[in-house]
């Protein structure tokens, strides 16, 4: 069973950048496309970014030009870099395959706040 691991969350201001990391526990490159999503209380998880085994990526409208999703398949890992983060952009961020077909992990809080 595979198990999904975020981190890197936290506090941050408006303007401001953060880092998010995805470790799961099994191989990436055999998972497929990856993608990290967000939740806002009483709302259902959206797609924020997604990215192939090649490197292809797609991205919400509402984080075009701000986030960057990447994979580093050696280090069996994907990030979400954020810049010029606003405070409609507080959630808790979540990563999965673009299927979204695994066991959703625990998640990591992101709080854009003067």
């Known amino acids: 069973q595979v198990q999904l691991v975020e981190s890197g969350g936290g506090l941050v201001q408006p303007g401001g950048s953060l880092g998010l990391s995805c470790a799961p526990s099994?191989?990436?490159?055999?998972?497929?496309?990856m993608a990290w999503y967000r939740q806002y209380p009483g709302k259902r998880r959206e797609l924020v970014a997604s990215?192939?085994?090649?490197?292809?990526?797609n991205y919400a409208d509402s984080v075009k030009g701000r986030f960057t999703i990447s994979r580093d398949n050696a280090k069996n890992t994907v990030y979400l870099q954020m810049h010029s983060l606003k405070s409609e952009d507080t959630a808790i961020y979540y990563c999965?395959?673009?299927?979204?077909?695994?066991?959703w992990g625990q998640g990591t809080q992101v709080t854009v706040s003067s």
């Open positions: 999965n395959t673009d299927l979204a077909n695994f066991p």
């Open positions: 099994g191989s990436i490159f055999r998972l497929g496309t």
């Open positions: 990215i192939t085994r090649g490197a292809n990526t």
